[in-house]
């Protein structure tokens, strides 16, 4: 497991403001959780960058040289990075969040998964390479934590895959992830008739909203007029028993 040295300074200002200032200095808005407690810091942005870029990435264990402002000796705690923000447009860094821990007990990370090799030989047939998980949940001590674990996918034939049972995963590590949960795999191409057929289904299932909502609207009125001759047919059916009636009247009366 790789592990850095970081200086920071604690910062006892917070909001957009002082996090925008910062920036312009070249400095990073960042939050220590300890012990129940935060500390708000600053760091510079450049060598946490270059440290995100490394294998090791966000499991990188970093060593913290905490200043105080016009105090003494720095103090010093190992960290990991607990979450970091990026710009979704620059991919800058906005934010970062470290989390102290201790170096004799088990943490629970993720591990990302590198494919090596060459194509793997039923790519080479037209088959195709699927990858179904990116990173492995572990659980063990800081200093085992694995950078990556390497996946050799150049083997694979049509119908192979590789499985989470099947990685090299050291002792002192314990994989939290389903054993039988599939890693990669390499599958037939789809023919262009199955294809075809997948999206003709598709589509005779999936409706346009402009359509659906009219045929609602239709039934709606459908329903309405329905609803509104019932009334008109019965008021009809009343008047007509009510004139026989009078004519009965009438006809005695003469007789």
Request: charged fraction near 30%; hydrophobic fraction near 40%; include cysteine.
């Amino acid at each position: 497991m790789q592990r850095v040295e970081l200086d920071v300074n604690i910062r006892h200002e917070a909001g957009k403001g002082v996090a925008r200032q910062l920036r312009r200095h070249g400095l990073l808005p960042g939050v220590l959780y300890r012990q129940g407690t935060s500390v708000l810091l600053s760091i510079e942005e450049k060598a946490l960058s270059k440290l995100l870029q490394t294998g090791a990435g966000e499991n990188a264990l970093i060593t913290l040289k905490i200043k105080e402002p016009e105090q003494g000796q720095p103090q010093s705690c190992v960290t990991i990075i607990r979450e970091h923000q990026r710009d979704p447009i620059t991919d800058r860094l906005l934010h970062v969040d470290l989390f102290e821990i201790s170096l004799d007990k088990p943490l629970r990370v993720a591990v990302k998964i590198d494919v090596i090799g060459e194509m793997s030989v039923g790519v080479k047939e037209g088959g195709v390479l699927q990858h179904h998980l990116r990173e492995i949940e572990v659980e063990c001590l800081p200093l085992a934590i694995p950078e990556s674990f390497r996946v050799d996918a150049s083997s694979l034939q049509i119908g192979q895959a590789i499985y989470v049972r099947d990685l090299v995963v050291d002792s002192a590590v314990r994989l939290l992830t389903p054993p039988d949960q599939t890693v990669i795999s390499v599958v037939a191409p789809m023919s262009e008739a199955k294809l075809e057929e997948l999206l003709t289904a598709t589509a005779k299932e999936t409706k346009e909203p402009e359509l659906l909502k009219k045929e609602i609207k239709e039934g709606e009125e459908g329903a309405e007029g329905e609803a509104a001759a019932k009334p008109a047919a019965g008021k009809e059916e009343k008047d007509v028993k009510k004139e026989v009636k009078e004519e009965k009247k009438e006809s005695k009366a003469k007789g």
